[in-house]
């Protein structure tokens, strides 16, 4: 795609290799408008933080390739990596050195010679400009995540990766950091891939989603293009007796039953016209739970996955599990 | 690929301003060179000053031991590049780093130069403990600068080897277990705290090879007054440009990020 910043084909990212390999990512296709922030949403271990990884040469790739600002990540990583910016999901400065010293740091490993307006004016922007002579280690958390924004945009990147930048902020810090990655993508006019496994997060800031789990992209498109997949409601039902799912999908206007630990998910055309019929099949004293939820992303991944964004899956193999923690933490 | 002069030169700075702007590590380096000085050196106080003489080559064995002290110093040096390293890799710093133009090559060498250098800050301190424990020097104007040299090219070739052996680690422990393993032998098997004519003979041949050896008989040279054998130096810079080279190569393909 020509106006792409980011472009990926058949990308894959294997741990380790036999038996005990590590699929962190199986022939990813994506296509990233320039000028467009782009979220990958997915669970964690999804691979999302590998394609990061990935994307800034930080890790090989097993196979497939992949481009950004228009130079291929193996043949030429050097040019990659003086076109983009990282912000890291936990906040990553020198703290013996002060927010000047930090950007000066930043400016001798980008190979910049002409750097000190342009962090003057960082500073002035993200109003750090009065503590500029201060040791990072004496700034608050929004401090030292604005100063990490700002060492990022200070080499005037094509693109930043932001690897779940909100993660363990509170809330108002959370929305101040929302506000200021809309406000960078249109003031210093760069694409933003931001990695998240908030949906509100996602929806909130992103113009096109790519939801990813087990490695693989599964989905993309616009919030409202996958809002639109789901021509459905979801019904989560738990009941107290045993449950046919035939006489539940023969209920008129249910689409899909599938069973969810000891739940069950039905995807039905109208939960208005639905539910009165529920309750006709089932006395209401059998049933213990009940939600509905209209189309959103959530519903547009439990519809996809089969399981909600914050619902691991149980850990068979403890020692197992462990190992490829490990070997994906390498 | 070619390494990065501003990148080599910002994260040199970096290690170096890291060490002064700690308040401990200062203290550290201020007070152990005199702690050596003051039990080790004055262990043999009482013995008769021929047999120093006869044993040491000067009645005062502080004269004798300065060198050899100040080239163990660079030994141990390399642990705390190690570890400075470590805590790169554990704090996200390193990914950081290579985030950036900036290579694992480039990394390797201001950690190994940064963490020499930052070696030689005992160098004045330990001089000025040993003049007011009496020490006199015989050394010639631009000897102090040989000697400087030589004490950097023995911290530039431990830091490398320290940085080599532990470039796949992230384990806080691992330099403190490399640093036990490997620093009592190269010590006790030089000539820095005594002489190696007395050692049996096969500690003679570990000695002659060991480069701590090279640089305390250097050192020894210049603080007595006596010949100086300038193969010494020749054999700590190959010592250096080895493990520098050994590490280089080492830390592109096993330097890890995180």
């Given amino acids: 795609m020509a106006d792409s910043t980011i472009v990926v084909r058949n990308l894959s990212k294997t741990y380790g290799n036999g038996e005990r390999a590590v699929h962190a990512l199986e022939r990813v296709n994506l296509a990233i408008p320039s000028g467009t922030v782009f979220g990958l949403l997915g669970p964690n271990g999804a691979g999302k933080t590998t394609l990061i990884k990935v994307l800034t040469g930080i890790t090989d790739i097993t196979e497939g390739d992949a481009a950004v600002a228009g130079f291929d990540i193996r043949r030429d990583p050097m040019e990659v990596k003086s076109r983009i910016g990282w912000v890291a999901a936990e906040v990553i400065l020198d703290d013996d050195f002060t927010a000047r010293e930090n950007l ?11 750097w000190e307006s342009r962090a003057d004016d960082l500073l002035r922007y993200f109003s750090l400009i009065d503590r500029a002579d201060d040791r990072v280690s004496h700034f608050s958390t929004g401090m030292r995540k604005k100063l990490e924004i700002a060492l990022a945009l200070l080499h005037q990147p094509s693109v930043i990766f932001m690897d779940e930048p909100t993660i363990g902020l509170d809330v108002s810090t959370r929305r101040m950091l929302w506000g200021i990655i809309t406000a960078i993508h249109k003031e210093f006019g760069v694409t933003v ?22 490695g693989k992209i599964l989905a993309e498109g616009t ?11 979801l019904v989560q039902l738990e009941v107290g007796v045993p449950v046919d799912p035939a006489a539940l999908s023969a209920i008129p206007g249910v689409q899909e039953v599938r069973a969810q630990g000891n739940d069950w998910v039905i995807r039905v055309a109208s939960s208005e016209e639905f539910l009165p019929r529920l309750l006709a099949t089932y ?35 403890v020692r197992r599990f462990y190992a490829q923690m490990r070997r994906t933490r390498q | 690929m070619t390494p990065s002069w501003s990148a080599l030169y910002g994260l040199y700075v970096r290690e170096i301003l890291r060490t002064f702007r700690n308040p401990f590590v200062l203290l550290v380096t201020v007070v152990q060179p005199f702690m050596w000085l003051a039990f080790f050196g004055s262990s043999f106080s009482d013995v008769p000053a021929g047999l120093l003489q006869e ?71 330990m001089v000025a403990a040993a003049l007011a424990f009496g020490v006199r020097f015989h050394v010639v104007w631009w000897q102090w600068g040989v000697w400087v040299l030589a ?38 098997s030089s000539a820095a705290l005594f002489g190696s004519s007395h050692f049996p003979a096969w500690m003679q041949a570990i000695s002659s090879v060991n480069p701590i050896t090279f640089s305390a008989l250097l050192g020894r040279s210049f603080v007595l007054g006596t010949p100086v054998d300038w193969t010494y130096l020749l054999y700590l810079t190959i010592f250096a440009g080895v493990m520098l080279t050994l590490g280089y190569l080492v830390s592109r393909r096993w330097l890890k990020v995180e």
């Fill in chain 1, 223 to 233: 919030p409202s293009e996958l809002k639109g997949r789901v021509h459905a409601d």
């Fill in chain 1, 104 to 114: 000066w740091l930043q400016a001798k490993l980008q190979r910049l010679t002409d």
């Fill in chain 1, 193 to 214: 891939l931001l990695t998240t496994h908030y949906i509100e997060e996602a929806d909130a800031l992103c113009d096109r989603i790519a939801i990813i789990d087990r």
């Fill in chain 1, 283 to 317: 006395p209401a004293a059998s049933i213990r739970r009940i939600s509905v939820e209209k189309p959103s992303l959530e519903t547009v991944f439990l519809d996809i996955t089969g399981r909600r964004l914050g619902e691991d899956e149980p850990i068979r193999d």
């Fill in chain 2, 55 to 125: 044993l040491f080559g000067t009645s005062n064995y502080i004269q004798f031991l300065l060198p050899g002290v100040l080239s163990t110093s660079m030994l141990t040096v390399g642990m705390f590049g190690s570890m400075s390293t470590i805590q790169d890799k554990r704090f996200g710093f390193m990914k950081r780093i290579l985030i950036t133009p900036t290579s694992k090559g480039t990394v390797f060498v201001t950690k190994a130069l940064g963490s020499a250098t930052r070696g030689l800050v005992q160098f004045p301190i």
């Fill in chain 2, 151 to 188: 004490l950097m090219l023995l911290a530039t070739g431990f830091c490398s080897l320290f940085l080599a052996i532990t470039a796949s680690s992230t384990d806080w422990q691992t330099p403190g277990v490399v640093s036990n393993f490997i620093t009592m032998p190269l010590m006790f």
